[in-house]
């Protein structure tokens, strides 16, 4: 490599590092009124951070289908939010999802989440014969509605169903070629996991954005259901510093948000300035790391 070419990526690398922090954060529909209270009090927390979006996720089974768009809705008309649907393939034919994306596009959506979703708890996924098999069909599919920008999903420790390592990176690039703007990943809990995934990425000739995905640590024994159904490694060190804290809220949090700063500052180290925060409805812990990041309102 020529000098000038090592100064070019040098410079480059710089730039990445002193860029803005864009940030923004998921949530989930809530099922009873306590839990949509504590949605709505996590917005309005949330919503001075000024996020790029908040994305609304999609049940599995498709079964909070008329509660996300609830929440959607409501967060279109009542706040200043660019508000992200989650789509999925699960439960419902072509014409019923295609129908769905047209009234958002009606509605000034033009920012959507396309999955392949999760069938319902102890089953498998299995196609419907009308309807769109996986997430790549579900990109194409949407982009003939309207250009929307899609985000999917990427899994820096490879998809449970995927085969190998090199089908899921395949399939990535499949979805991006086929129209999404962004890749979004699983959670995870070793930052050099997902670099290594980023790099061999950039390797694949894949050139949208991998955003990491930050799982703030509310509650341990949850987070590792949650990381069991996913694929998503736990690492030993992180489980011990959470060991005997069961009863000990505080300090778990101090915990949870001291090993995502970790997170999202050795990322940044790499030239990473862009996170997707899984926020659970919680505000707390997010809000404490976003102002960690230097975004206030």
């Not at 949407?142 to 999917?152: A, M, R, W």
Request: hydrophobic residues 40%; neutral net charge; aromatic residues 10%.
């Amino acid at each position: 490599m020529s000098e000038q070419a090592i100064k070019d990526r040098i410079i480059d690398h710089l730039g990445k590092i002193t860029a803005p922090v864009q940030v923004s954060f998921e949530f989930f529909p809530p099922n009873d009124e306590k839990m949509e209270a504590t949605l709505w009090e996590s917005i309005q927390r949330l919503a001075p951070l000024k996020p790029r979006f908040v994305s609304v996720t999609y049940g599995a089974d498709g079964s909070t289908r008329e509660r996300t768009h609830n929440v959607v809705t409501r967060i279109l008309k009542e706040t200043a939010l660019t508000p992200v649907p989650h789509l999925t393939c699960v439960n419902a034919s072509r014409d019923e999802v295609l129908d769905i994306a047209a009234n958002y596009w009606q509605q000034g959506i033009r920012h959507l989440v396309a999955l392949r979703g999760d069938p319902a708890p102890g089953t498998r996924f299995t196609p419907r014969a009308d309807g769109f098999a996986y997430a790549v069909d579900l990109v194409a599919g949407l982009k003939k509605v309207g250009d929307f920008e899609l985000s999917v999903a990427a899994y820096p420790e490879m998809h449970p169903e995927a085969p190998n390592e090199q089908f899921d990176l395949d399939y990535l690039k499949a979805k991006i070629d086929a129209g999404a703007t962004r890749a979004i990943t699983q959670f995870f809990f070793d930052t050099d996991t997902y670099l290594r995934f980023r790099d061999r990425c950039v390797a694949a000739g894949i050139t949208a954005s991998i955003v990491p995905g930050i799982l703030p640590i509310t509650r341990f024994p949850q987070m590792q259901r949650f990381a069991q159904r996913c694929g998503a490694s736990v690492p030993s060190s992180l489980a011990a510093r959470f060991a005997g804290l069961d009863d000990d809220a505080s300090t778990r949090q101090m915990i949870s948000f001291a090993f995502a700063i970790e997170q999202v500052q050795k990322l940044q180290q790499h030239g990473i300035n862009e996170f997707h925060f899984y926020t659970l409805n919680r505000s707390e812990l997010t809000y404490a790391i976003c102002h960690a990041l230097g975004i206030r309102p």
